[in-house]
């Protein structure tokens, strides 16, 4: 079964507005990260965040965890139809493994 | 470009036939992973090699078997193909596990018919 869970499934926005798309995951962690995969293409990798942080900022992306609630957000803000994309989150537990949440397809209209 | 190579980028296969997928990496990185990604269902883990000489069991590894070759190589080989095996595979490569540092292949697309 797959660590982690995200939510939305699908998202729509708007360019220029602000997108949010949360994770769940459900064992203890070492970090956590986020990927962006465009259509037919491989992963990306966004932004880690560790299990002794609440929040990271990386350009337009602000991530945050919460380990009581076992859950991560990711925020794009100011979305651009380049984001168009799907996103996952990755959880990497205390041996070599990162396991995948099933991912939340973003699209941006223009 | 440094980073994971892999090879092929497209094939397809008749059921019972059998391939290797090759993977290769220029980052001097210790371990390397293979995931399958199905439509919906993310990225699974098949098998994977934290360093030289190991491999060791994912979530899905029933259908597969690993060589890693050397530091750079880490190949996935299907000994008689089944549709159910038809999928995306990606070949990845980290430095080490609390580093978070991993780097993905573009993917091979496999079909079985």
């Known amino acids: 079964s797959q660590q982690g869970e995200e939510d939305p499934q699908a998202l729509s926005i708007q360019e220029g507005e602000n997108a949010t798309m949360n994770c769940s995951y459900k064992?203890?962690?070492?970090?956590l990260q986020w990927y962006r995969q465009n259509s037919g293409r491989g992963l990306v990798h966004l932004i880690l965040?560790?299990?002794?942080?609440r929040e990271k900022h990386s350009g337009r992306l602000r991530v945050t965890l919460d380990t009581s609630k076992k859950s991560s957000s990711l925020l794009i803000t100011a979305s651009r139809a380049a984001d168009t994309a799907s996103y996952f989150c990755?959880?990497?537990?205390?041996?070599?493994?990162?396991?995948f949440g099933a991912g939340t397809t973003v699209t941006v209209r223009a | 470009n440094a980073g994971v190579t892999q090879t092929p980028k497209f094939q397809v296969l008749k059921t019972g036939q059998s391939m290797t997928l090759q993977c290769a990496q220029d980052?001097?990185?210790?371990?390397m992973y293979w995931y399958r990604q199905d439509p919906g269902m993310g990225l699974r883990l098949i098998y994977y090699?934290?360093?030289?000489?190991?491999?060791d069991k994912g979530e899905v590894p029933n259908g597969y078997n690993v060589s890693r070759l050397n530091k750079r190589e880490f190949s996935l080989r299907l000994e008689s193909a089944a549709p159910s095996q038809t999928s995306v595979y990606f070949c990845?490569?980290?430095?080490?596990?609390?580093?978070?540092?991993?780097?993905f292949g573009s993917g091979t697309r496999l079909t079985v018919v």
């Open positions: 990845a490569s980290s430095e080490a596990r609390d580093r978070g540092l991993w780097t």
């Open positions: 064992t203890s962690i070492n970090n």
């Open positions: 965040i560790r299990s002794n942080e």
């Open positions: 990755a959880t990497a537990s205390n041996d070599y493994k990162l396991s």
């Open positions: 980052m001097n990185h210790n371990s």
């Open positions: 090699s934290a360093s030289e000489g190991t491999t």
